[in-house]
């Protein structure tokens, strides 16, 4: 571990199939006012509204609904929760959702007392708010297992009209203040999702992953979270209703993105980043994104980082190193990633996700330029890889 860090998360969790007796305990302490957020209706269908409102009104809350929060949610649709804060002297956020609805209530908070431009300043800027900023509190309950949103400060909103789609992490401050973690509550969800959902926390790993070369603890506890996620992303995609493989894939989600994989090293992110400008241009689902540009750019930038690809193989994949040279094991470790991709169903391209030849210009000009991993891409690099995966 050669970098320099502060660790710290404030997000309290509470795990498990009896974690929402929890709830109660966990929304004494903040306030009365509660501004209830959830997405298209899951939450109606599968019975966690009516236990999560049982407690809520049990616990003698005064609840606003804001239904709605759509997948890559807007920045129009925050800008509705702003108004609702703002009209109804809400002093408590509850997300009840996915990764959408956690940013989507992160994004409401940061705004609802800020008298700016939000959009411009947290996003486009990527500014903090002011230390002496009123910030609404937040909790969550997950829904679906994924983002990593409800352990950390991540918000991801897009902004239609201009068609960009930008992350944002916000200090502890807008981090939930606690979150329930029930792996039952995701069995409802459809397999396309969960599938996404899985490739996007395998993703969050490869990421942090695929950058530095010191001996660092934080890549093996990379490797053992892939290792545990692709074992239980095997069972699951059989037998969905497998609690003990989904609240693998639950927790697994939690640590690849709550920071601490991250610490003392440097990140790559570009996979997210060309993911996202490809979700601005067609509203697709942000795990099937990463899935269908990672093969491609991994081909394109091992050559720089070959003895972490290398070591990938041979570590997360079992591949047996002998008789192979270094590259020949490296790309037998992007085959293997590759195999599973089509294995667990997520997508092996990105025109089945409703990109054309014609909006490949368009997304490349859309990417947000990191130069965190091996190698850092020229514009053109950033087209071949889309055109890679078409
Ligand atoms: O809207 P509802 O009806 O609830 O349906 C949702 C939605 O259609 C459904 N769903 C969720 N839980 C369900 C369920 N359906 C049945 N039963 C359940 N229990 O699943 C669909 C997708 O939900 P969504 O919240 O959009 O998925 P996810 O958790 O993947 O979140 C994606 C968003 O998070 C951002 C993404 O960019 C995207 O906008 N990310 C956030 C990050 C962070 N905070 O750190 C990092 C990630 O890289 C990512 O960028
Ligand atoms: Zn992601």
Same mark, same amino acid.
Request: no cysteine; charged share 5%.
């Given at each position: 571990m050669l970098g320099n860090f502060v660790y710290s998360n404030p997000t309290k969790l509470y795990f498990g199939e009896d974690s929402k007796k929890h709830l109660a305990e966990a929304l004494k302490g903040y306030g !009365? !006012? =509660?501004l209830l957020t959830y997405g298209g209706g899951s939450i109606k269908r599968n019975g966690i509204y009516d236990d999560v409102m049982s =407690? %809520? #009104?049990e616990s003698g809350k005064k609840v606003v609904e804001l239904p709605g929060v759509m997948p890559n949610p807007t920045l129009e649709k925050v800008m509705e929760g702003v108004k609702a804060v703002r009209e109804n002297g809400i002093d408590f @956020? %509850? *997300? =009840? &959702?996915g990764g959408s609805? @956690? /940013?989507? #209530?992160k994004a409401v908070a940061a705004a609802a007392n800020y008298e700016g431009d939000a959009w411009q300043t947290f996003w486009v800027e990527q500014k /903090?708010? #002011?230390e002496d900023a009123k910030i609404l509190p937040i909790g969550a309950v997950l829904? +679906? *297992?994924g983002t990593g949103s409800e352990m950390n400060g991540g918000s991801v909103i897009t902004n239609e009209p201009i068609k960009m789609k930008i992350g944002k992490v916000f200090d502890d401050r807008l981090m939930p203040k606690f979150a329930i973690l029930n792996p039952k509550y995701t069995f409802s969800v459809p397999r396309n999702q969960m599938v996404a959902g899985i490739f996007d926390t395998m993703s969050h790993i490869m990421e942090q992953y695929f950058s530095g070369d010191d001996d660092s603890t934080s890549d093996y506890l990379s490797e053992g979270l892939m290792r545990s996620l692709i074992a239980s992303s095997r069972v699951a995609v059989k037998d969905p209703e497998n609690y003990e493989a989904r609240s693998n894939i639950m927790w697994s989600a939690t640590w690849a993105l709550n920071t601490l994989i991250g610490e003392g090293k440097t990140q790559d992110w570009m996979v997210h980043m060309i993911g996202h400008a490809i979700s601005a241009f067609t509203h697709a689902t942000? &795990? +099937?994104t990463l899935a269908g540009v990672s093969i491609a750019y991994y081909r394109l930038v091992m050559k720089y980082g070959i003895h972490r690809f290398a070591r990938f193989a041979k570590v997360v994949w079992d591949i047996t190193p002998e008789g192979k040279t270094e590259g020949q094991l490296a790309n037998a470790g992007i085959d293997a990633l590759a195999a599973w991709i089509k294995e667990i169903g997520a997508a092996s391209d990105i025109s089945s996700l409703g990109v054309t030849e014609d909006m490949i210009e368009g997304i490349? !000009? *859309?990417t947000i330029d990191l130069p965190g991993g091996y190698h850092h891409l020229t514009h053109d690099e950033i087209v071949s890889v889309l055109k890679n995966s078409l």
């Open positions: !009365n !006012n =509660v =407690v %809520l #009104s @956020i %509850l *997300a =009840v &959702g609805t @956690i /940013d989507y #209530s /903090d708010p #002011s829904t +679906m *297992a942000h &795990g +099937m490349a !000009n *859309a």
